[in-house]
Nanobody, 126 residues
C-alpha cells in the first residue's frame, strides 16, 4: 500500500518561496502519476501540478511559471518548488498518487487520485 507523507509547509510573506516534499513508500504498481492538490478554506479542492512516469508535467494555470514539480526517484520523493507566492496560494497542500498514469483532466477538477497524504499547510501573508 502506497503511503505519502508531506513536509515543508509554513508561513511566508507574499513574493517568497517554499519547497514542499512528499516521501512515498509502498509502491505496488510499475507506473504512478504523482502530484499535488490544494484546498483553501471555503473552496473546492483543485489540482496544482502532476508528473507522470515519463517525466511529463502538468500545471494549473494559476501556478504556471511560478511552481515546479519534480521527483527524485532514488529517494522516492516528490517536490513542489513554489516561487513568487501570493496570498491566494494559501491552502492545505496534499500529495497524491494515481495508478496507471496521470488523468490531468480529473486532477484539474480536484479528483482522480487513488492515494492521498494528510497534507501540509501553506500560509502566505501580504
Amino acid at each position: 500500500q502506497v503511503q505519502l507523507v508531506e513536509s515543508g509547509g509554513g508561513s511566508v510573506q507574499s513574493g517568497g518561496s517554499l519547497r514542499l516534499s512528499c516521501a512515498a513508500s509502498g509502491y505496488t504498481y510499475s507506473r504512478y502519476c504523482m502530484g499535488w492538490f490544494r484546498q483553501a478554506p471555503g473552496k473546492e479542492r483543485e489540482g496544482v501540478a502532476a508528473i507522470d512516469n515519463d517525466g511529463s508535467t502538468s500545471y494549473a494555470d494559476s501556478v504556471k511559471g511560478r511552481f515546479t514539480i519534480s521527483q527524485d526517484n532514488a529517494k522516492n520523493t516528490l517536490y513542489l518548488q513554489m516561487n513568487s507566492l501570493k496570498p491566494e496560494d494559501t491552502a492545505m497542500y496534499y500529495c497524491a498518487a494515481e495508478k496507471f498514469g496521470c488523468s490531468w483532466y480529473l486532477w484539474e477538477q480536484g479528483d482522480g487520485a487513488d492515494v492521498w497524504g494528510k497534507g501540509t499547510l501553506v500560509t502566505i501573508s501580504d
